[in-house]
């Protein structure tokens, strides 16, 4: 492993366990035993260093959010959870949102549009899962609900969960909040959709 991918990944370390706005530079070069200039060789600022972070997770949602034709309610299940993982993996960038997206201009500029591309992908599973007939939306704004709901949970799960079921590891914090999500579907699921709903929530149940 080079001195980049050790700081990033020293950095990602500490601030899952810290926080970003509690770890300096200073000391993250300490715990490296590096001077502070091998870190600013690479990442000029600490903004830069997030940035960088925020890429990483960008880029790991990206191989797994896509519009699939053929998507099947189990797979687009899945593709929520791994997302999950993902968030969980850099949760630090989604419990300090709101001091990235004040301090850190470049992340800030970004973030609408990666939002709203993400947004375009659930809606986009969501129109193909219901043209597939794996689900059937009776009232012309389900669509809208499911697409801004999903969305949400999606995005501040991990803040929530902090604040209200701090009690409970992270695996189980996943399951309820995928389980929020399948209960809400579920109302909405057809016939060949409900073996795929109940495959899921027994894998969710195992560790």
């Given at each position: 492993m080079g001195t980049k991918e050790k700081i990033l990944d020293k950095a990602l370390e500490l601030f899952n366990e810290r926080g970003i706005e509690?770890?300096?530079v200073r000391e993250l070069a300490a715990i490296l035993n590096i001077r502070v200039s091998n870190i600013s060789?690479?990442?000029?600022?600490?903004?830069?260093l997030v940035n960088e972070l925020s890429l990483q997770l960008g880029e790991l949602n990206s191989k797994v959010m896509k519009i699939d034709p053929d998507v099947t309610l189990l797979a687009f299940l899945r593709m929520l959870k791994q997302?999950?993982?993902?968030?969980?993996?850099?949760?630090?960038l989604l419990l300090s949102v709101v001091h990235i997206m004040e301090q850190n201009k470049v992340i800030a500029k970004r973030y609408q549009q990666v939002?709203?591309?993400?947004?375009?992908?659930?809606?986009?599973?969501?129109?193909?899962?219901v043209q597939r007939g794996y689900l059937a939306l009776p009232q012309e704004n389900d669509l809208d609900y499911?697409?801004?709901?999903?969305?949400?949970?999606?995005?501040?799960?991990?803040?929530?969960?902090?604040?209200?079921?701090?009690?409970?590891?992270?695996?189980?914090q996943m399951h309820h909040y995928l389980s929020i999500i399948v209960k809400m579907l579920a109302p909405y699921a057809t016939q060949p959709a409900k073996p795929e709903i109940e495959l899921f929530s027994r894998q969710l149940e195992c560790p």
């Amino acid at each position: 492993m080079g001195t980049k991918e050790k700081i990033l990944d020293k950095a990602l370390e500490l601030f899952n366990e810290r926080g970003i706005e509690y770890v300096g530079v200073r000391e993250l070069a300490a715990i490296l035993n590096i001077r502070v200039s091998n870190i600013s060789y690479y990442f000029p600022t600490k903004d830069d260093l997030v940035n960088e972070l925020s890429l990483q997770l960008g880029e790991l949602n990206s191989k797994v959010m896509k519009i699939d034709p053929d998507v099947t309610l189990l797979a687009f299940l899945r593709m929520l959870k791994q997302v999950f993982a993902h968030h969980v993996q850099y949760r630090c960038l989604l419990l300090s949102v709101v001091h990235i997206m004040e301090q850190n201009k470049v992340i800030a500029k970004r973030y609408q549009q990666v939002q709203s591309q993400r947004t375009d992908v659930i809606r986009g599973n969501l129109e193909s899962l219901v043209q597939r007939g794996y689900l059937a939306l009776p009232q012309e704004n389900d669509l809208d609900y499911l697409v801004s709901t999903i969305s949400l949970i999606a995005r501040f799960w991990i803040s929530e969960a902090v604040i209200s079921f701090r009690h409970l590891s992270t695996a189980q914090q996943m399951h309820h909040y995928l389980s929020i999500i399948v209960k809400m579907l579920a109302p909405y699921a057809t016939q060949p959709a409900k073996p795929e709903i109940e495959l899921f929530s027994r894998q969710l149940e195992c560790p």
